[in-house]
């Protein structure tokens, strides 16, 4: 009966020792590298400043290409060009914005890009846009 006793016990006392291994494994193995995330839809107004206004451009560019059925990255562009001066190359954007937001459920628009939207597009009057198109209404 003492050998059940000192059997039964055994794994008990392997509990302690094998948890401190594993923490310590656990604590020396590295962290994965940061995995690039590509490029986001709201990438164009990220940490832009005037003063490098063309890269802004320049990428979003990159971002307006990755995502060319999304009118969110048009509409950011437009801003980018307004501040740039280029009121043409902005009410562009605008116009192709606003036709890309057409072409979408009037419940995927989001509020807050449908407002945008309408507010540029009255700003945008006097300059020929590539679509006379307004956003959707929103639906009831």
């Known amino acids: ?24 494994l656990a ?7 940061p995995q690039d995330e590509g490029v986001r839809s709201d990438d164009c107004l990220r940490n832009v400043t005037l003063d490098r206004l063309q890269e802004q451009i320049t990428l979003c ?7 060319p059925d999304d009118p969110g990255p048009r509409n950011d562009r437009y801003l980018l060009h307004s501040l740039a001066g280029d009121d ?5 954007d605008l116009g192709e914005a606003l036709r890309l937001a057409g072409r979408l459920p009037a ?21 020929p846009l590539t679509t006379p198109a307004a956003p959707p209404a929103p639906s009831p």
């Open 61 to 67: 560019d990159e971002v307006v290409k990755a995502f």
């Open 88 to 92: 043409e190359a902005a009410c562009a």
């Open 107 to 127: 419940e995927q628009l989001d509020e807050q890009l449908r407002s945008d939207l309408e507010v540029r597009r009255r700003l945008c009057e006097g300059v």
């Open 27 to 33: 604590g020396c193995s590295e962290q994965p590298l």
């Open 1 to 24: 009966m003492a050998n059940a006793t000192a059997t039964e016990a055994w794994p008990t006392r392997l509990v302690g020792p094998l948890l401190l291994i594993v923490l310590a």
